[in-house]
């Protein structure tokens, strides 16, 4: 039995992991893809403190890694599928095996949205919904469409831009959510245009995009544009991996925790963007993974 099993290894999964550690725990990461969580696939890394230049998530992802394997921590690569939190021992089963712990804290995270649109799931991977970093230099010269208008979708857009013939944001709202500093670089990037007030309706094609259809939310007209071998990102927001944790207290399906990290079950906490809250950013997860395993850790201490 360990002391504490943690599920998810992104910032606030490996940061709850490394503070768990260092108090001398015995502790398990269970992760169901990569090391890095969803920042791990981004093109660049922002605004986090004491970044090295030109970190990418690649390079995150890997010194989180790193980090974790030098305190000695058991990182499994296998997919939680149910979890028994309630009782002085909790048992989180996964597709390989079950874990036995003390405390448990759930730094699971979110999943991208889907927009639901005709062709997206057929075309998935073959022109649509793919990794910015890892696809871009397939389109190089290329048309490039981004769906959506906040932070994370403005930024891989610039990205993208460095690769594409051009590049084309699309927003339903009448201008672009995302903070000064990225809406300035895209009014200085000239192979940026803006499809303002519209939605990506409907793609269609045969093995990859060959045409999109747009739908103008003021007129609701919907306009044809043939691009054929084009690239199409989506970035519509994610959903909190909380399927699985029925029985804790959720709002808007995030889970939700006291000062301590604490869920609505003893023993149970919660780290990163799986948690109800105001602000979703690396810094906050790391934030909430180092409050979650010192209050685990005296958890377990105070229940021996």
């Not at 939680?80 to 996964?94: F, Y």
């Not at 769906?147 to 690769?163: M, N, P, Q, R, S």
């Not at 909190?240 to 029985?247: D, F, H, R």
């Amino acid at each position: 039995m360990y002391d504490i099993c943690i599920i998810g290894a992104g910032p606030a999964g490996i940061s709850s992991a490394v503070y768990a550690a260092s108090r001398g725990l015995d502790t398990v990461v269970l992760e169901e893809k990569e090391v890095g969580g969803l920042l791990g696939g981004v093109s660049t890394v922002t605004h986090y403190s004491g970044i090295i230049e030109g970190e990418t998530g690649t390079s995150f992802a890997e010194r989180l890694k790193k980090q974790a394997e030098s305190y000695g921590i058991e990182i499994r690569k296998e997919k939680v599928v149910s979890a028994e939190l309630a009782g002085d021992v909790k048992k989180i089963t996964t597709d390989s095996g079950s874990y036995e712990a003390k405390a448990v804290i759930i730094a699971a995270g979110t999943t991208p949205k889907k927009l639901g649109i005709p062709g997206e799931a057929e075309l998935e991977g073959h022109g649509v919904g793919m990794n910015a970093a890892k696809a871009a230099k397939e389109y190089e010269g290329r048309d490039i469409f981004v769906v959506g208008g906040a932070d994370g979708a403005v930024k891989e857009a610039l990205f993208l831009a460095g690769y594409a013939k051009k590049l084309t944001i699309i927003h339903f709202e009448d201008q672009l959510g995302a903070i000064p500093e990225f809406t300035e670089k895209v009014m200085r990037t000239g192979n940026i245009e803006l499809r303002l007030h519209t939605r990506l309706a409907e793609l269609q094609g045969d093995g990859r995009v060959e045409v999109l259809k747009l739908r103008d939310e003021h007129t609701k007209e919907t306009e044809t544009i043939r691009c054929d071998g084009c690239g199409v990102f989506i970035y519509a927001g994610s959903t909190p991996n909380t399927g699985l944790y029925p029985e804790l207290d959720q709002t808007d399906g995030y889970l939700v925790t006291d000062d301590r990290q604490m869920t609505s079950i003893p023993g149970v906490f919660a780290a990163g963007d799986i948690c109800a809250k105001q602000v979703r950013q690396a810094a906050t997860a790391v934030a909430d993974g180092a409050v979650a395993a010192i209050n685990a850790a005296a958890w377990c201490r105070s229940n021996e």
